[in-house]
């Protein structure tokens, strides 16, 4: 005998298939016209990319060489890159743009804490969001930064990945990238950093109102130190290096404090949405990989225009 169902219920499942069917449709076409990532390859090029200030103010915003504070990846020291990879995404090396178990590590870590806690998302899908998608929450955009960022990772090698990475995530008040962040905080270039001072601006990568020197110096500086022990269980640093790093006290003291008068909206009380590397646990990550973050690598620059915004990890 067959089951019939009443023909409300057959309407309303009629509706969601059709809801369905044009939801994948325009995910579908949304995926067929994504720009291009074979311009980020040229290092000749600069774009204009728009960013929005810590009072929701946009400012159009120079990616590549025409940027005064660009800096390219045979400027930015070891200790840098290694930071921001033991910070960030730990199998940076190892992936091919999207992470699958710092996916799966996120999610079940969201189901443990019961809220979003953690999100998983690698510096290739941070980077794919910040130059080409907007910042929405949604299903859609989630599918576009997989697809871009399997892309450039099969196009762009991991060190113009990265140098794109440095020089575009925001690091304070309009202060984006690390050319500008290294002499707003401490009044000299990126190639002159320390392995403390490098540490100290990879920990205000989860979102510079969260881990703000000049509201909390004191959270910044214990993000660092876990940044540190990270790479000294990585093996990308010494234990005398380690050492050292811990003894160094950053010096930011002696900056004006332009981080507070800039603050338009209340001051985080939790800080939500962090990248897959970021919980407070001392856990261990895994060694460097085949390519050494220390490696100069290319230093071309960028194409394309969008919304970069603050940097957003989900």
């Known amino acids: ?56 103010k946009e400012h159009p915003f120079v990616v590549g060489p025409g940027n005064p504070y660009w800096t390219p990846i045979s400027s930015v020291p070891s200790s840098l890159k290694k930071a921001v990879i033991a910070a960030e995404d730990a199998r940076f090396y190892a992936h091919e743009g999207v992470d699958y178990e710092a996916i799966k590590e996120a999610i079940r870590t969201d189901i443990e ?45 991991k060190a113009r990945i990265l140098e794109l990475y440095l020089n575009v995530v925001e690091l304070g008040p309009m202060v984006y990238g690390v050319g500008k962040a290294s002499r707003f905080y ?53 234990e005398e290096e380690y050492r050292a790093a811990l003894a160094e006290e950053p010096n930011v003291e002696g900056l004006s404090r332009k981080v507070d008068e800039t603050i338009a909206s209340p001051i985080p009380t939790d800080p939500v949405e962090l990248p897959v590397s970021d919980s407070d646990s001392e856990s261990e990550i895994p060694s460097s990989d085949p390519e050494s973050p220390a490696a100069p690598g290319n230093a071309p620059a960028f194409s394309g225009e969008r919304e970069a915004g603050s940097v957003d990890r989900q």
């Not at 499942?13 to 980020?40: K, M, W, Y």
């Not at 907007?134 to 930064?145: H, L, P």
């Not at 214990?222 to 269980?233: E, H, K, N, P, Y």
């Open 186 to 238: 401490f009044g000299k270039p990126a190639s002159g950093l320390t392995l403390r001072e490098s540490a100290f601006l990879a920990s205000m990568l989860p979102g510079p109102k969260v881990y703000n020197p000049y509201r909390n110096l004191g959270r910044v500086v214990r993000r660092s130190d876990r940044i540190l022990r990270r790479m000294v269980a990585a093996h990308m640093i010494s």
């Open 113 to 157: 804490k019961g809220r979003f806690v953690r999100g998983g998302s690698t510096i290739t899908q941070q980077l794919a969001k910040n130059l080409f998608l907007s910042r929405e929450k949604t299903v859609t955009r989630k599918i576009k930064e997989y697809v871009l960022a399997r892309r450039m990772d099969d196009r762009l090698g």
């Open 1 to 56: 005998m067959r089951l019939r169902l009443p023909r409300p219920v057959r309407n309303i499942l009629l509706v969601l298939a059709g809801i369905v069917v044009l939801c994948a449709a325009a995910t579908g076409v949304s995926l067929i016209v994504l720009p291009s990532v074979g311009p980020l390859a040229d290092p000749r090029a600069s774009r204009v990319i728009t960013v929005t200030d810590w009072k929701g």
